[in-house]
């Protein structure tokens, strides 16, 4: 059984740093892409950001220039940077998978149960 587990959220002052960490568990074939997305109360799900095995990235655009994913592809890990915080990036992070289970060569959609991020003014 493949889960995602995150940690690294917490409570950050604007302008601030944090580094959050998605780590995969349980039997793993191949990971295709590894990413965030967040959720703040009464909005939907957006991205945050995505990488590629093979390295191609994706950034929402309210990130970009401040945030930074990387992954370990080696431990199966993901990572995400995120320096300059503002308000307004408070949410719940959500670490994502696209992952082929061992065993099994159809990739499935995972998700982490969120890391709760808040950023004060």
């Known amino acids: 059984q493949v889960e995602l587990v995150e940690s690294g959220g917490g409570l950050a002052q604007a302008g601030g740093s944090l580094r959050l960490s998605c780590a995969t568990s349980g039997g793993v074939f191949n990971i295709n892409t590894m990413g965030w997305y967040r959720q703040a109360p009464g909005k939907e799900r957006e991205l945050v950001a995505t990488?590629?095995?093979?390295?191609?990235?994706r950034y929402g655009d309210s990130v970009k220039g401040r945030f930074t994913i990387s992954r370990d592809n080696a431990k199966n890990t993901v990572f995400l940077q995120m320096n300059n915080l503002k308000p307004e990036d408070t949410a719940v992070y959500y670490c994502?998978?696209?992952?082929?289970?061992?065993?099994?060569?159809?990739?499935?959609?995972?998700w982490g149960q969120g890391t709760q991020v808040t950023v004060s003014s």
């Open positions: 994502y998978g696209l992952i082929a289970p061992a065993y099994d060569d159809q990739e499935y959609s995972y």
């Open positions: 990488a590629t095995g093979t390295g191609k990235t």
